[in-house]
């Protein structure tokens, strides 16, 4: 079980009661030792105690917990963990990857305005990577497959295609909204609005 102590199961709110990351229990012990975090004692949504290092070596390890054996005796993993001090919640951009692109350019193609079925597009370089064009949110546009096949390695303007607007890295997001809850726990739909 020591496996779980590198594990990304941990939801990490900032003092606001926002989801701002994940981290793994051996980061948490570390952060609740050195008193910079607290964890959550959650027995239900109308239930929760935020419980100092201390109190939170002394609690009862319940039939469903993940714990850790310490010389001690064992220790509850932390499901959630709340910072004392940070307060803002961090913005990040989504991943490039094909699933963002179509929600960036609404599964349309960016040549045509044809509205794609899935399988019907695929990811197109303006600028085509044989002639040095980046994998990049300003590089890279969705198009029908047929399009895409036409234009081959060349620019828009060298396939008579108009790019019907400039491809743009999408808008910095609060985290929280990229968080997912992989593992499925429980007490992470309480705060990630699951």
Sequence with gaps: MSDIL????????????????????????CQMCTGAATALHI????????????DWCQLRIREDDASIGTPSGRIRVPTVLLLVRFDKVPMKRARFSARALWARDKGRCQYTGRQLAPGEGNIDHVLPRSRGGATSWENCVLADKSVNSRKGARTPGEAGLTLRSRPHAPPLLPVTVLLRNREEIADWALFLGE
């Design 43 to 54: 027995s239900g949504a109308e239930d929760m105690v935020p419980m100092s290092w201390r």
């Design 6 to 29: 590198h594990k990304l199961v941990v939801l990490v709110l900032n003092r606001n009661w926002q989801a701002v990351s994940i981290t793994t229990p051996a980061s948490a012990f």
